[in-house]
């Protein structure tokens, strides 16, 4: 994405920080793995209380898909306890190794939020000033609900099968219209 040119500098720069952090984040990962099943690393309460919170900042990130400001609130404070906690727990790690990989996590996720943030705000200014019918903020209450969607509504809520082209992707899919067929009569017969 950093020579595609059809997105703009500040989308290529946000994917090539994403990237920087991925890099920098699973090896950071992958080594405390491999510390302690070779034994380097003693499990007690000082690894295992980021590692839980780790887990569950994985967890919630499929919430992004349902309610993106939910995602993101949610995320913030596991990002908030986690540094906290990797931060108090720092002198407490039983190896040079280990504090470095703390280290990485907290680069990796700063990375991250300052690319999310750029990201999120370049796209909810984008979305008031551009004619866009999917982001105009003209026809939402407010540009926040123009980027993030209504606060009360999930995903499949307002589903429109009448849409052509949801006609067209079940026709694609699975073929023709009589696969869509009500058969719950025939369901119900022994």
């Known amino acids: ?12 720069g ?4 994403d990237a920087l952090a991925t ?3 699973h090896p950071s990962a992958a080594l405390t793995i491999c510390m302690a099943n070779t ?6 309460r000082y690894v295992f209380d980021a590692i839980i919170i780790l887990c569950l900042q994985h967890m ?32 407490h790690l039983n190896h040079w190794t280990l504090e470095m990989v703390g280290c990485g996590i907290l680069l990796s996720h700063w990375i991250w939020f300052v690319s999310g943030s750029l990201d999120f705000f370049k796209e909810l200014i984008m979305a008031n000033f551009e004619g866009t019918e999917e982001k105009k903020a003209s026809k ?20 429109d099968s009448s849409n052509s082209i ?3 992707m079940k026709k694609g ?8 067929a009500d058969n719950d009569d025939e369901d119900l017969d022994p």
Do not use: M
């Open 23 to 25: 890099v920098i984040h």
């Open 60 to 91: 919630v990130s499929l919430l992004k898909y349902f309610h993106r400001f939910l995602y993101i609130g949610v995320q913030i404070l596991l990002e908030i306890w986690l540094e906290w906690t990797i931060l108090s727990n720092y002198e």
């Open 14 to 17: 946000c994917l090539f920080a």
């Open 173 to 180: 899919s699975l073929g023709s219209e009589e696969n869509f």
């Open 166 to 168: 949801s006609e067209e």
């Open 1 to 12: 994405s950093l020579y595609d040119l059809k997105k703009d500098k500040i989308k290529r």
């Open 140 to 159: 939402r209450e407010s540009v926040f609900e123009a980027f993030c969607g209504p606060i009360n509504v999930g995903k499949f809520e307002n589903f």
């Open 39 to 44: 034994g380097t690393l003693q499990l007690d």
